[in-house]
């Protein structure tokens, strides 16, 4: 059972489940299975996929219960039994595959009655019972078309069925009323011909047949069609190889990949993939990371570096320490984020759901009211006319097209996105990301590379560069700030002994204080120094030109006496100016915000044409610079790499979090770009953008078509033209209208950003 455990916030045991839903028809019944499984006391959310069929509940309710409250409801639904994404998606191809062949089985059944019934009609002879023995051929032809309604449409009146015992009204009861309407007015006129007038005793047994026959063809045709939307989660399965080769006991053995342990020692040769996450021990190589970053180039590692599974070795051979296997390596948590992703909803999505559930009910009011009109109003023969449109009115509004329109483009989307290396955490964000008008960007590590350098050690008169150098070294060793590493780096390159510290303090936004070797230590902004009273005027001058430079001066006083001057430089990003341009063609105000100092970030921000700057800013005002934005109306996104960044990213309209930055910023994040070029924002937005368009043209189109279409259904061109549609086209068109929705949103695989 694919049960992933975390622990909530009441410290009880959440399990995540997923349901295959069985009977499922339309957008209808989306509504009725999560508030059922809502209902139940202890499931906490439960989100329906009605693309896939497959219902995510989040809770602690037993696999009993909920299937029991999916059946209450009147469906049918089985746990996915799998303990691998890719056992899923064999599962759901296998299942989608049995119902392709049964509804084509099906679909050919009635249409062998159908089409020949249809070609009789319309070139050979008229469809009325006049005579006895008339009365005798229409009554074989009605049994037939009874075994057709049995055998290729039992599935609608079962449904629709189970829909009345539970006081509601599905696509499935649409469907069995007008065809069973169909069918029984001709058997009347069959068995009883002289209570209907002459004009009137006409049949419509093709129009059962074909209408069950075009449905089901429409049905496999849309299942069929919907396979393509797993292409993306496909695609990152296929990264991950079957085998992998480790050493143990000083043997090479190859294993399956389920059997790779923490800490084992694994070969991949030239060519290989790599097949679980962890650290370089031996070896020199160039990993080809495009399929998970999007970034073409090939990657150097050595030894000491991170490789990834699902990665390409390139070049030469390493050997390599397992550091995450199984569901914890970064291919199998990126997988479960889109999946995740693919099956949650935009607003725009749930909206759809709640006009579904008033649709069907209203539907069937209008096919009431239409053959009311036609018995009352309309030229005789007027029962056939209003059995012809109360039909037609039922099976044209059929709101199947309507339940796929935002599933099927949130799949295909998001997908998408994770091509790029982009990954979308939930639907909300999806939609939320096409709509920003203001994007804040961290400067470290976001528009710079996050791996900078010491350029400069200016010292007073008689303190040792080197003395200085270890001194701050060690004091910054603990810290995982990038500039912080700078200083560690540049010290071990010049083969300084890192000393022990005691009493560390790190004031957030600031620097850092300790003691070392009996000396009393500061590092950092001059607010710092200020606040312990340490005078910097010797040196700020200099601290000036460094930072018109575009270079971080940080000031170092021992024993509250400033000592020293150490400047970092962080080298910008290759594309950041062209990616920033991006947005800004976009129409999207960019404002920078960064802890660093002004001068230094003004020179940042001129270099990538950046004209709103925030500096010196603290991780708690990065957060009141995001509401400031939102109170004048912008709707907001924050980009950020690192755990000062993560408040700002949580409120955020949209978090986005540089992906070779920070777990925490990642998890505080609604989307994650796999590689740091802040391209990935503009795809990012491009592709929500994308989206929400396919999305808006196929409700648009699944809804205009149900509510355009019911008119006329109803006869609305009969006093003008003398023209009444038929209950087979309406069939077809409504069979067709689902396809149409699949085929639009598959449109989205094609899309590509723009990148100017």
């Given at each position: 059972?694919?049960?992933?455990?975390?622990?909530c916030?009441?410290?009880?045991l959440?399990?995540?489940?997923?349901?295959?839903i069985?009977?499922?028809?339309?957008?209808?019944?989306?509504?009725?299975?999560?508030?059922?499984?809502?209902?139940?006391?202890?499931?906490?959310?439960a989100?329906?996929?009605?693309?896939?069929?497959?219902?995510?509940?989040?809770?602690?309710?037993?696999?009993?219960?909920?299937?029991?409250?999916?059946?209450?409801?009147?469906?049918?639904?089985?746990?996915?039994?799998?303990?691998?994404?890719?056992?899923?998606l064999d599962?759901?191809?296998?299942?989608?595959?049995?119902?392709?062949?049964?509804?084509?089985?099906?679909?050919?059944?009635?249409?062998?009655?159908?089409?020949?019934?249809m070609?009789y009609g319309?070139?050979?002879?008229?469809?009325?019972?006049?005579?006895?023995?008339?009365?005798?051929?229409?009554l074989i032809?009605?049994?037939l078309?009874?075994?057709?309604?049995?055998?290729s449409?039992?599935?609608?009146?079962?449904?629709?069925?189970?829909?009345?015992?539970n006081?509601?009204?599905?696509?499935?009861?649409?469907?069995?009323?007008?065809?069973?309407?169909a069918?029984?007015?001709?058997?009347?006129?069959?068995f009883?011909?002289?209570?209907?007038p002459?004009?009137?005793?006409?049949?419509?047994?093709?129009?059962?047949?074909?209408?069950?026959?075009?449905?089901?063809?429409?049905?496999a045709?849309?299942?069929k069609?919907?396979?393509?939307?797993?292409?993306?989660?496909?695609?990152?399965?296929?990264?991950q190889?079957?085998?992998?080769?480790?050493?143990r006991?000083?043997?090479?053995?190859?294993?399956?990949?389920?059997?790779?342990?923490?800490?084992?020692?694994v070969?991949?040769?030239?060519?290989?993939?790599?097949?679980?996450?962890?650290?370089?021990?031996?070896?020199?190589?160039?990993?080809?990371?495009?399929?998970?970053?999007?970034?073409?180039?090939?990657?150097?590692?050595?030894?000491?570096?991170?490789?990834?599974?699902?990665?390409?070795?390139?070049?030469?051979?390493?050997?390599?320490?397992?550091?995450?296997?199984?569901?914890?390596?970064?291919?199998?948590?990126?997988?479960?984020?889109?999946?995740?992703?693919?099956?949650s909803?935009?607003?725009?999505?749930?909206?759809?759901?709640?006009?579904?559930?008033?649709?069907?009910?209203s539907?069937?009011?209008?096919?009431?009211?239409?053959?009311?009109?036609?018995?009352?109003?309309?030229?005789?023969?007027?029962?056939?006319?209003?059995?012809?449109?109360?039909?037609?009115?039922?099976?044209?509004?059929?709101?199947?097209?309507?339940g796929?329109?935002?599933?099927?483009?949130?799949?295909?989307?998001?997908?998408?996105?994770a091509?790029?290396?982009?990954?979308?955490?939930?639907?909300?964000?999806l939609?939320?990301?096409?709509?920003?008008?203001?994007?804040?960007?961290?400067k470290?590590?976001?528009?710079?590379?996050?791996?900078?350098k010491?350029?400069?050690?200016?010292?007073?008169?008689?303190?040792?560069e080197?003395?200085?150098?270890?001194?701050?070294?060690?004091?910054?060793?603990?810290?995982?700030?990038?500039?912080?590493?700078?200083?560690?780096?540049?010290?071990?390159?010049?083969?300084?002994?890192?000393?022990?510290?005691?009493?560390?303090?790190a004031?957030?936004?600031?620097?850092?204080?300790?003691?070392?070797?009996?000396?009393?230590l500061?590092?950092?902004?001059?607010?710092?120094?200020?606040?312990?009273?340490?005078?910097?005027?010797?040196?700020?001058?200099?601290?000036?030109?460094?930072?018109?430079?575009?270079?971080?001066?940080m000031?170092f006083?021992?024993?509250?006496k400033?000592?020293?001057?150490?400047?970092?430089?962080?080298?910008?990003?290759?594309?950041s100016?062209?990616?920033?341009?991006?947005?800004?063609n976009?129409?999207i105000r960019?404002?920078?915000?960064?802890?660093?100092?002004?001068?230094?970030?003004?020179?940042?921000?001129?270099?990538?044409?950046?004209?709103?700057?925030?500096?010196?800013?603290?991780?708690?005002?990065?957060?009141e610079?995001?509401k400031?934005?939102?109170?004048?109306?912008?709707?907001?996104?924050?980009?950020?790499?690192?755990?000062?960044?993560?408040?700002?990213?949580?409120?955020?309209?949209?978090?986005?979090?540089?992906?070779?930055?920070?777990?925490?910023?990642?998890?505080?994040?609604?989307?994650?770009?796999?590689?740091?070029?802040?391209?990935?924002?503009?795809?990012?937005?491009?592709?929500?953008?994308?989206?929400?368009?396919?999305?808006?043209?196929?409700?648009?189109?699944?809804?205009?078509?149900?509510?355009?279409?019911?008119?006329?259904?109803?006869?609305?061109?009969?006093?003008?033209?003398?023209?009444?549609?038929?209950?087979?086209?309406?069939?077809a068109?409504?069979?067709?209208?689902?396809?149409?929705?699949?085929?639009?949103?598959?449109r989205?695989?094609?899309?590509?950003?723009?990148?100017?």
């Open positions: 059972m694919n049960n992933s455990e975390e622990v916030e009441h410290n009880t959440s399990l995540t489940t997923e349901l295959l069985e009977g499922a028809g339309c957008a209808s019944c989306v509504g009725k299975i999560e508030n059922a499984l809502n209902s139940l006391e202890d499931v906490e959310s989100t329906m996929n009605f693309a896939e069929r497959i219902v995510t509940v989040e809770g602690t309710a037993s696999t009993e219960q909920l299937i029991s409250a999916v059946e209450i409801a009147g469906y049918n639904a089985k746990v996915i039994q799998l303990n691998a994404e890719s056992e899923r599962e759901k191809e296998k299942a989608d595959g049995k119902y392709y062949r049964k509804m084509m089985r099906e679909m050919t059944i009635a249409l062998s009655l159908g089409i020949p019934l070609i319309m070139f050979i002879g008229e469809m009325t019972v006049n005579t006895n023995l008339e009365r005798l051929g229409w032809v009605g049994v078309t009874f075994a057709v309604m049995y055998f449409g039992r599935h609608f009146y079962i449904g629709a069925w189970k829909s009345f015992k006081h509601s009204a599905n696509m499935d009861t649409l469907i069995a009323l007008g065809t069973a309407t069918w029984l007015y001709s058997m009347v006129v069959v009883v011909p002289h209570v209907v002459d004009m009137a005793r006409h049949v419509y047994f093709e129009a059962t047949a074909m209408i069950i026959g075009l449905i089901n063809l429409g049905l045709l849309e299942v069609a919907r396979g393509k939307t797993s292409e993306a989660i496909k695609r990152l399965i296929g990264l190889p079957k085998t992998a080769e480790v050493i006991d000083g043997k090479s053995i190859e294993i399956k990949i389920e059997q790779v342990l923490l800490e084992d020692i070969r991949v040769k030239p060519g290989e993939k790599v097949p679980v996450d962890g650290i370089v021990c031996e070896g020199h190589t160039a990993i080809d990371e495009s399929m998970l970053t999007g970034e073409p180039m090939p990657v150097e590692k050595k030894v000491g570096d991170e490789v990834v599974a699902g990665t390409i070795n390139k070049s030469g051979s390493i050997l390599f320490k397992a550091t995450r296997v199984g569901k914890d390596t970064a291919l199998a948590q990126i997988i479960n984020m889109v999946k995740r992703a693919q099956n909803k935009p607003p725009i999505g749930r909206l759809a759901d709640v006009i579904a559930a008033y649709f069907v009910p539907v069937m009011i209008i096919s009431v009211v239409s053959a009311l009109i036609w018995l009352n109003f309309g030229p005789q023969p007027a029962v056939a006319f209003a059995v012809v449109s109360a039909t037609t009115v039922l099976i044209i509004a059929c709101p199947c097209a309507l796929l329109a935002t599933p099927m483009s949130v799949m295909v989307g998001v997908g998408k996105a091509e790029a290396g982009v990954l979308i955490r939930n639907g909300e964000a939609q939320t990301a096409s709509k920003i008008t203001a994007m804040i960007l961290d470290t590590g976001t528009i710079t590379l996050g791996a900078p010491v350029t400069d050690v200016i010292t007073i008169e008689g303190v040792e080197a003395e200085v150098l270890q001194l701050a070294a060690s004091l910054e060793a603990g810290s995982e700030h990038p500039l912080a590493l700078a200083i560690v780096d540049s010290a071990k390159e010049r083969g300084l002994e890192i000393l022990k510290v005691e009493r560390f303090e004031i957030a936004g600031h620097g850092v204080k300790a003691n070392c070797s009996g000396l009393t500061l590092f950092g902004n001059p607010k710092l120094m200020r606040q312990n009273e340490v005078e910097i005027e010797p040196f700020e001058i200099e601290a000036q030109d460094l930072a018109n430079e575009a270079k971080t001066p000031y006083a021992v024993n509250g400033l000592t020293a001057l150490i400047a970092v430089a962080d080298p910008i990003k290759e594309d100016d062209a990616a920033i341009k991006r947005l800004q976009n129409g960019v404002v920078m915000l960064t802890g660093d100092n002004l001068a230094t970030a003004q020179a940042v921000a001129n270099k990538v044409g950046i004209s709103e700057v925030f500096a010196d800013v603290l991780p708690e005002d990065k957060v610079k995001v400031q934005l939102q109170m004048e109306n912008e709707i907001v996104g924050m980009t950020g790499d690192g755990i000062n960044d993560a408040p700002a990213l949580a409120m955020a309209n949209v978090g986005f979090a540089i992906g070779t930055g920070t777990d925490v910023a990642i998890e505080s994040a609604d989307v994650t770009l796999m590689r740091g070029s802040l391209h990935g924002l503009a795809d990012a937005i491009a592709v929500s953008k994308a989206t929400l368009r396919n999305i808006k043209q196929n409700l648009f189109g699944a809804f205009i078509y149900n509510v355009a279409g019911i008119p006329f259904a109803a006869g609305i061109l009969y006093p003008f033209f003398g023209l009444l549609l038929s209950p087979v086209i309406a069939g068109a409504m069979a067709f209208s689902s396809l149409t929705v699949v085929t639009n949103a598959n989205l695989r094609l899309f590509k950003p723009a990148k100017n």
